[in-house]
C-alpha cells in the first residue's frame, strides 16, 4: 500500500467497476473499512458494492465483491486470514490480485485459486480479469 504500482492497480480496478456502474447497479471505492465481525475490522484495496445496499460509514453489511492487491511484503499466507473474515461476512466475491504476474486469484470455499475471470458464465456481471492489467498506464 502507498506504492506506485499497488496504487495504479487498484486505480485500474476502480475504473473497470465505474466504466459499467449504472449498467451493474454498482458503487466501487477504495479502502472503505469492513467490520468484519463484532471486534475485527478490515479495508479492502476496493469494494465494491450494489447500488441499493444502505450507505454506511463503515460497512456492516456485506459488500458485493472485495478486491486485495499484493504489495511486495505481502505474503499469501498472511492474506488468507484476512480473506477468511471477507469470506465470514459473507462476501461472495472475494478476490486477490498479485501485480507481480499478473496472477488472480478468487478466494471462495476457504481456497484460494487461479481466476481468469471475476463472476462465473451466466452471471449478469462477468468479465475476464485481464481487462483491469488493460487499464493500467
Given at each position: 500500500?502507498?506504492e506506485?504500482?499497488?496504487?495504479s492497480?487498484?486505480e485500474a ?12 447497479g ?5 479502502s472503505l473499512?469492513?467490520q468484519?465481525?463484532p ?7 476496493v469494494?465494491v458494492m450494489?447500488?441499493?445496499?444502505p450507505i454506511?460509514?463503515i ?7 472485495v478486491?486485495?492487491?499484493?504489495s511486495?511484503?505481502d ?6 486470514r ?8 459473507g462476501?461472495?466475491h ?8 499478473p496472477?488472480?486469484?478468487r478466494f471462495?470455499?476457504?481456497d ?9 458464465p451466466g452471471e449478469a456481471i ?12
Open positions: 500500500m502507498g506506485y504500482d499497488h496504487a492497480w487498484q480496478i476502480l475504473e473497470s467497476f465505474r466504466r459499467h456502474k449504472a449498467e451493474w454498482l458503487r466501487v471505492r477504495p473499512r469492513l468484519t465481525s471486534t475485527r475490522f478490515r479495508v479492502p484495496d469494494t450494489r447500488r441499493d445496499q454506511e460509514q460497512l456492516t453489511r456485506p459488500p458485493f465483491a478486491f486485495e492487491v499484493l511486495p511484503e505474503t499469501l499466507r498472511r492474506m488468507h484476512k480473506l477468511g473474515d471477507y469470506a465470514a461476512m462476501i461472495a472475494v478476490y486477490v490480485i498479485d501485480p507481480a504476474g496472477v488472480y486469484y471462495q470455499n476457504g484460494l485459486r487461479s481466476a481468469q475471470h471475476f463472476g462465473a462477468h468479465f475476464p480479469l485481464a481487462a483491469i492489467a488493460a487499464l493500467l498506464d
